[in-house]
Protein backbone atom coordinates (compact mmCIF):
# COMPACT_ATOMS: atom_id res chain seq x y z
CA UNK A 1 0.00 0.00 0.00
CA UNK A 2 3.02 2.50 0.54
CA UNK A 3 4.45 1.65 -2.53
CA UNK A 4 1.33 2.18 -4.66
CA UNK A 5 0.44 5.70 -2.79
CA UNK A 6 4.24 6.65 -3.12
CA UNK A 7 4.45 5.76 -6.40
CA UNK A 8 1.18 7.36 -7.44
CA UNK A 9 2.43 10.79 -5.76
CA UNK A 10 5.60 10.66 -7.48
CA UNK A 11 4.21 9.94 -10.88
CA UNK A 12 1.06 12.99 -10.30
CA UNK A 13 -1.82 10.64 -10.20
CA UNK A 14 -4.74 12.70 -9.15
CA UNK A 15 -5.37 12.31 -5.88
CA UNK A 16 -8.76 11.29 -6.16
CA UNK A 17 -7.88 8.23 -7.58
CA UNK A 18 -5.67 7.73 -4.84
CA UNK A 19 -7.23 8.53 -1.85
CA UNK A 20 -10.27 5.83 -3.66
CA UNK A 21 -7.82 3.39 -3.65
CA UNK A 22 -6.53 4.22 0.06
CA UNK A 23 -10.13 3.79 0.87
CA UNK A 24 -10.73 0.55 -0.59
CA UNK A 25 -7.28 -1.05 0.87
CA UNK A 26 -8.19 0.18 4.17
CA UNK A 27 -11.52 -1.38 4.22
CA UNK A 28 -9.76 -4.54 2.81
CA UNK A 29 -6.97 -4.86 4.29
CA UNK A 30 -5.20 -2.71 6.54
CA UNK A 31 -8.56 -1.57 9.09
CA UNK A 32 -8.94 -6.07 9.32
CA UNK A 33 -4.85 -6.42 10.15
CA UNK A 34 -5.05 -3.35 12.07
CA UNK A 35 -7.85 -4.56 14.17
CA UNK A 36 -6.14 -9.00 14.82
CA UNK A 37 -3.39 -6.95 15.83
CA UNK A 38 -5.22 -4.89 18.17
CA UNK A 39 -6.88 -7.94 19.77
CA UNK A 40 -2.95 -9.70 19.91
CA UNK A 41 -1.24 -6.31 21.26
CA UNK A 42 -3.48 -6.31 24.13
CA UNK A 43 -2.66 -9.79 25.11
CA UNK A 44 1.07 -8.59 25.45
CA UNK A 45 2.78 -7.25 28.27
CA UNK A 46 2.87 -2.89 27.66
CA UNK A 47 6.11 -2.64 27.51
CA UNK A 48 6.86 0.90 25.63
CA UNK A 49 6.89 -0.89 21.42
CA UNK A 50 3.93 -2.08 22.14
CA UNK A 51 2.51 0.92 23.36
CA UNK A 52 4.19 2.75 20.14
CA UNK A 53 2.55 0.00 17.80
CA UNK A 54 -0.52 1.15 19.59
CA UNK A 55 -0.27 4.66 19.05
CA UNK A 56 0.64 4.38 15.50
CA UNK A 57 -2.48 2.67 14.90
CA UNK A 58 -4.01 5.14 16.39
CA UNK A 59 -2.15 7.91 13.66
CA UNK A 60 -2.85 5.46 10.93
CA UNK A 61 -6.75 4.99 11.73
CA UNK A 62 -6.60 8.88 12.04
CA UNK A 63 -5.43 9.59 8.41
CA UNK A 64 -7.89 6.79 6.89
CA UNK A 65 -10.75 8.70 8.46
CA UNK A 66 -10.09 11.67 6.81
CA UNK A 67 -11.98 12.01 3.69
CA UNK A 68 -9.90 14.63 1.91
CA UNK A 69 -7.97 14.16 -1.13
CA UNK A 70 -5.16 16.32 0.38
CA UNK A 71 -1.78 15.31 -0.93
CA UNK A 72 -0.27 16.57 2.22
CA UNK A 73 -2.88 13.84 3.86
CA UNK A 74 -1.73 10.85 1.65
CA UNK A 75 1.99 11.77 1.84
CA UNK A 76 1.90 11.58 5.70
CA UNK A 77 -0.33 8.68 5.39
CA UNK A 78 2.37 6.82 3.10
CA UNK A 79 5.19 7.91 5.61
CA UNK A 80 3.51 6.63 8.66
CA UNK A 81 2.53 3.50 7.53
CA UNK A 82 6.36 3.03 6.06
CA UNK A 83 7.77 3.65 9.57
CA UNK A 84 5.08 1.50 11.08
CA UNK A 85 5.90 -1.66 8.46
CA UNK A 86 9.57 -1.37 9.37
CA UNK A 87 9.08 -0.85 12.75
CA UNK A 88 6.75 -3.67 13.41
CA UNK A 89 8.88 -6.15 10.97
CA UNK A 90 11.90 -5.14 13.01
CA UNK A 91 11.00 -5.15 16.78
CA UNK A 92 7.58 -5.85 17.88
CA UNK A 93 7.00 -9.01 15.94
CA UNK A 94 10.01 -10.40 17.28
CA UNK A 95 9.85 -9.20 20.53
CA UNK A 96 6.39 -11.05 20.52
CA UNK A 97 7.86 -14.40 19.59
CA UNK A 98 10.68 -13.72 21.45
CA UNK A 99 8.36 -13.43 25.31
CA UNK A 100 5.76 -15.49 23.75
CA UNK A 101 4.72 -18.16 25.86
CA UNK A 102 2.10 -19.62 23.72
CA UNK A 103 2.44 -21.84 20.61
CA UNK A 104 1.36 -19.13 18.58
CA UNK A 105 3.09 -16.70 16.89
CA UNK A 106 2.60 -13.27 14.84
CA UNK A 107 2.14 -14.89 11.43
CA UNK A 108 -1.59 -15.51 12.70
CA UNK A 109 -2.15 -12.22 11.33
CA UNK A 110 0.12 -11.06 9.07
CA UNK A 111 -2.09 -11.08 6.14
CA UNK A 112 -0.87 -11.85 2.65
CA UNK A 113 -4.06 -11.68 1.60
CA UNK A 114 -3.36 -8.29 -0.47
CA UNK A 115 -1.89 -9.88 -3.47
CA UNK A 116 -4.30 -12.10 -3.79
CA UNK A 117 -6.82 -8.94 -4.65
CA UNK A 118 -6.65 -7.06 -7.25
CA UNK A 119 -7.58 -3.01 -7.14
CA UNK A 120 -9.47 -1.63 -10.44
CA UNK A 121 -7.72 0.99 -11.00
CA UNK A 122 -4.13 -0.54 -10.97
CA UNK A 123 -2.84 3.68 -11.16
CA UNK A 124 0.77 2.86 -10.16
CA UNK A 125 1.30 0.37 -13.11
CA UNK A 126 1.16 3.22 -15.07
Not at 28 to 53: S, V, Y
Not at 58 to 82: A, G, H, M
Not at 84 to 111: D, L, Q
Request: charged share 30%; glycine share 2%; proline share 2%.
Amino acid sequence: MCLHIRQGLSTGIATKRIRHYVDWASKKFLIPHIQKEEEFLTHQDKNTRIKRAMANHRRILRLLTCSCEDIKVLNLLEEELEVHINFEEKIVYKEIEENSTSTKNTSHYVSTEENSCKWKDPFWES
